[in-house]
């Protein structure tokens, strides 16, 4: 069974000391793919070095939560490493209303103009969206972007769930899965069908319940698949194979 980690800080402080071990653990564990989205301009370095190990894909972008660590040269950044590094996607990208005094403008204009250099460059996007599904689902539409991508961490409603999969877009599933007291996303995750979904962990944040109050891993990845595979009632093999499969769909240099 070979899983992708779609989304993977694993170029963050908290793996410096024993980054090596983490993504030898994940190899163990059957991980045979970890994309890492990019924050900020500032870290693009590091995350381009670190994903010179085999096991691990980069993806550059600007993400809406860190709007006063951005410059407007940041962009030219963007297209910059993507001409030169075959990052797999665009991302992390787009619209975050959930943080305090959100700078709405501004972020609606960050992620216009991220999309458009995906737009020019064939490559999907991976969304970061929080209390905002409904202004991002807007913005795809009226942009028509077609290149797809992956909703990170989806925690909006059936119906925004069906839109985004109408916009060839993949719906991302990770540790919050497994925790009971998620009942929308556990709803979302066996109504859904699942050609429309991938996994992926946010190491090191949203850590499966067996790991509650600790550093996430992409290790761990097997627990959300284990958790999905008993929600839904289908055998892991089976979940692994399509997912992995939904994920290279979208980013063929996963295979």
């Keep these: 069974?070979?899983?992708?980690?779609?989304?993977?800080?694993?170029?963050?402080?908290?793996?410096?000391?024993?980054?090596?071990?983490?993504?030898?653990?994940?190899?163990?564990?059957?991980?045979?793919?970890?994309?890492?989205?990019?924050?900020?301009?500032?870290?693009?370095?590091?995350?381009?070095?670190?994903?010179?190990?085999?096991?691990?894909?980069?993806?550059?972008?600007?993400?809406?939560?860190?709007?006063?660590?951005?410059?407007?040269?940041?962009?030219?950044?963007?297209?910059?490493?993507?001409?030169?590094?075959?990052?797999?996607?665009?991302?992390?990208?787009g619209l975050d209303y959930f943080i305090d005094s959100p700078d709405v403008a501004g972020q609606k204009r960050l992620?216009?103009?991220?999309?458009?250099?995906?737009?020019?460059?064939?490559?999907?996007?991976?969304?970061?969206?929080?209390?905002?599904?409904?202004?991002?689902?807007?913005m795809l539409r009226r942009m028509r972007f077609s290149n797809g991508g992956i909703a990170h961490a989806f925690n909006g409603s059936r119906q925004q769930?069906?839109?985004?999969?109408?916009?060839?877009?993949?719906?991302?599933f990770g540790g919050v899965a497994t925790y009971e007291r998620s009942r929308n996303i556990r709803r979302l995750a066996v109504e859904l069908p699942l050609d429309a979904i991938v996994l992926e962990t946010d190491a090191p944040d949203l850590p499966p319940v067996s790991h509650r109050g600790e550093r996430n891993s992409p290790a761990y990845l097997p627990e959300i698949l284990i958790a999905l595979s008993e929600l839904r009632g289908e055998a892991p093999e089976v979940i692994a194979g399509k997912t992995t499969m939904n994920a290279v769909e979208l980013m063929p240099a996963l295979a």
Excluded: W, Y
């Excluded at 992620?111 to 991002?136: M, W």
């Design 111 to 138: 992620l216009e103009a991220q999309l458009v250099i995906a737009r020019e460059t064939g490559l999907p996007v991976l969304l970061h969206i929080r209390k905002a599904h409904d202004h991002v689902l807007a």
């Design 161 to 172: 769930a069906e839109q985004f999969i109408g916009l060839g877009f993949k719906l991302g």
């Design 1 to 93: 069974m070979r899983l992708i980690d779609t989304h993977c800080h694993i170029d963050v402080d908290d793996f410096s000391e024993d980054r090596d071990r983490v993504i030898a653990e994940s190899r163990r564990q059957n991980v045979g793919g970890i994309v890492v989205p990019g924050i900020t301009a500032e870290s693009f370095d590091r995350l381009d070095g670190i994903c010179k190990e085999p096991l691990l894909f980069p993806a550059f972008g600007l993400h809406p939560v860190f709007m006063n660590r951005h410059a407007p040269h940041d962009l030219e950044e963007v297209e910059r490493r993507v001409a030169e590094s075959a990052p797999v996607a665009i991302g992390e990208i």
